[in-house]
């Protein structure tokens, strides 16, 4: 990967992180308005592959209900990941994710504290693909894939994860 794209992935992460720290800045100095600004947050489509990531870790780091996990990872997942598919993702790598969310983040209060060792890109058909490694404790890195989702603005959705 050139000097320029690492500068960039790290002024993107840098920004994300600012972005992530004003959130917690308003949480924490208007209690009284937190419960309805985190409900609105929970229901903010992410744009970027760091948002979507951060906030799959977020809600593993604390999962609530089943019914509410499904509601609030809903608008992360990419549309072609159906209710069957959704199930298998909820019994099997959901749980084993909840049980090892920390492993991914440097800063466990932190979910944007994640590492991305490398990012691969690949476009076929109509179908653009981010495969990105997270650093994980003791053991080899972790692979997330991420797609452009045409039915949600072209944005970048999980498509599946193995954390």
Same mark, same amino acid.
Do not use: C
């Given at each position: ?7 960039? %992935? $790290? #002024? ?9 720290? $004003?959130?917690? &800045? ?9 419960? +309805? ?11 970027? /592959? ?5 906030? &799959? %870790? ?5 999962? /609530?209900?089943?019914?509410?996990? !499904?509601? !609030?990872? #809903?608008?992360? @997942? ?7 598919? %959704?199930?298998? @993702? ?5 749980? !084993?994710?909840? !049980?090892?969310? *920390?492993? *991914?983040?440097?800063?466990? +209060?932190? /979910?944007? +504290? ?8 690949? #476009? ?21 894939? @991420? ?17």
């Amino acid at each position: 990967m050139s000097d320029n794209i690492k500068a960039a %992935l $790290a #002024k993107i992460h840098a920004a994300e992180q600012l972005l992530h720290d $004003a959130k917690i &800045l308003l949480l924490t100095s208007a209690p009284e308005e937190a419960s +309805s600004f985190a409900t609105e947050a929970a229901d903010i489509v992410t744009q970027t /592959p760091h948002q979507a990531i951060a906030e &799959l %870790l977020r809600l593993a780091k604390q999962p /609530p209900s089943e019914d509410e996990v !499904r509601r !609030r990872i #809903k608008p992360i @997942l990419h549309s072609d990941i159906g209710e069957r598919a %959704l199930d298998t @993702l909820m019994r099997f790598n959901w749980v !084993r994710l909840t !049980r090892q969310v *920390y492993d *991914y983040l440097q800063d466990h +209060s932190d /979910p944007y +504290s994640f590492v991305i060792l490398r990012e691969d890109e690949r #476009k076929f058909a109509n179908v653009v693909e981010k495969k990105i490694f997270l650093e994980a404790k003791n053991r080899n890195p972790v692979p997330i894939t @991420l797609r452009i989702d045409p039915e949600a603005d072209e944005q970048w959705k999980i498509y599946s994860f193995s954390l």
